[in-house]
Nanobody, 117 residues
Framework: QVQLVESGGGLVQPGGSLRLSCAASGFTLDYYAISWFRQAPGKEREGVSCISSSGGSTNYADSVKGRFTISRDNAKNTVYLEMNSLTPEDTAVYYC??????????WGQGTQVTVSS
């Protein structure tokens, strides 16, 4: 019943853009901070971005600052990650995580982003 589902991944050329979505079902995201993580084959999981429950505070990994934008629409129970100026180093499976006060958290199944010519 409780799910996070990422969508919007796919194949894109370098310099292109994608918008990822993380939609919750079975619970509301209103009180959860949301983070995006990514993991490429053979590499450690990397935190990409995070947004507070209210949307008033965001942060980004240095590698994506100025290129990615995280946002949320609590009315739609959805969080977004707008990704611009993509490079092959952005290729990874992207996961969203909903965290409530460090006590409860949920992970999505991930969506593949491949940046290649």
């Amino acid at each position: 019943q409780v799910q996070l589902v990422e969508s919007g991944g796919g194949l894109v050329q370098p310099g292109g853009s994608l918008r990822l979505s993380c939609a919750a079902s079975g619970f509301t995201l209103d009180y959860y901070a949301i983070s995006w993580f990514r993991q490429a084959p053979g590499k450690e999981r990397e935190g990409v971005s995070c947004i507070s429950s209210s949307g008033g505070s965001t942060n980004y990994a240095d590698s994506v600052k100025g290129r990615f934008t995280i946002s949320r629409d609590n009315a739609k129970n959805t969080v977004y990650l707008e990704m611009n100026s993509l490079t092959p180093e952005d290729t990874a499976v992207y996961y969203c995580n909903a965290n409530w006060r460090g006590i409860r958290d949920f992970w999505g199944q991930g969506t593949q982003v491949t940046v290649s010519s």
